[in-house]
Antibody, heavy 119, light 107 residues
């Protein structure tokens, strides 16, 4: 069974930093692109970033470019999102999601971790 | 960037009704479109991919159609458990983009 478990969310002040983690199990992690998708309270879904199987390619939504960095550790079956210069509008539940055969639609999602940016 | 527009944003329907939700892409995405169902407090659930392919385990009352820029999600006979918000998503090009969502209430 595919399992994705996010952690690392919490309350952070504007301008601060936070690192999210996603622990993967139940599949060969190194064979799949991995993604972060977020959802602000009461709002819709927003794709944030993804990373190729070996980490050599990464893509970001414009609103986080230069502030967020996606990375992975295939030996640890883990995905990360380093978030710097956080803004109030980054407040959201952050989900990790696995791609499907190198196509970016998502059958497998984690339960999400809440990031709140507030003073 | 491709923008995805869903309509309506919300509506109410009765059990047994045929329900259709529309999704329009600002430029062509071929058939690289997925539909998700999200219930409150839960992660989204994949319903359909490749515009019309039903994900394994999803009830057959759900169906998808369209290609290019115009897509439709149909629920043939609405059930109480279908109360949820539905999202379309294009995966034709980066950035991957979701529609704004359609909230379905049961009358």
């Amino acid at each position: 069974e595919v399992l994705l478990v996010e952690s690392g969310g919490g309350l952070v002040q504007p301008g601060g930093s936070l690192r999210l983690s996603c622990a993967a199990s139940g599949f060969t992690f190194s064979r799949y692109w991995m993604n972060w998708v977020r959802q602000a309270p009461g709002k819709g879904l927003e794709w944030v970033a993804n990373i190729m199987q070996d980490g050599s390619e990464k893509y970001y939504v414009d609103s986080v470019k230069g502030r967020f960095t996606i990375s992975r550790d295939n030996a640890e079956n883990s995905l990360y999102l380093q978030m710097n210069s956080l803004r109030a509008e980054d407040t959201a539940v952050y989900y990790c999601a696995r791609d499907q055969d190198s196509l970016e639609y998502f059958q497998h999602w984690g339960q999400g971790t809440l990031v709140t940016v507030s003073s | 960037a491709i923008r995805m527009t869903q309509s309506p944003s919300s509506f109410s329907a009765s059990t047994g009704d045929r329900v259709t939700i529309s999704c329009r892409a600002s430029q062509g995405v071929n058939s690289n479109l997925a539909w998700y169902q999200q219930k409150p407090g839960k992660a989204p659930k994949l319903l359909i991919y490749a515009a019309s392919t039903l994900q394994s385990g999803v009830p057959s009352r759900f169906s998808g159609s369209g290609s290019g820029t115009d897509f439709t999600l149909t629920i043939s006979r609405l059930q109480p458990e279908d109360l949820a918000t539905y999202y379309c998503q294009q995966y034709y090009s980066y950035p991957v983009a979701f529609g704004g969502g359609t909230k379905v209430d049961i009358k």
